[in-house]
């Protein structure tokens, strides 16, 4: 760390929040990306809810596999 930094008015955990969930960022093949977008746009639906449908479809699958 570069000495010129001035850390005397830091505050700790200022940022923090209990509980606070984190939502990562999925990155998704392109041709993967490019089939979804265009599946999504034919039925009407944002790529977010077509992605966690298919997501939510696949757990259940896995599901009942065990």
Known sequence: MKDEYDLSTAERGKFFREGARLVPPIHLE????DYLSKRALAQGVSLSSLVNTLLKKEIELIGAGK
């Open 30 to 33: 392109p041709e993967v990306l």
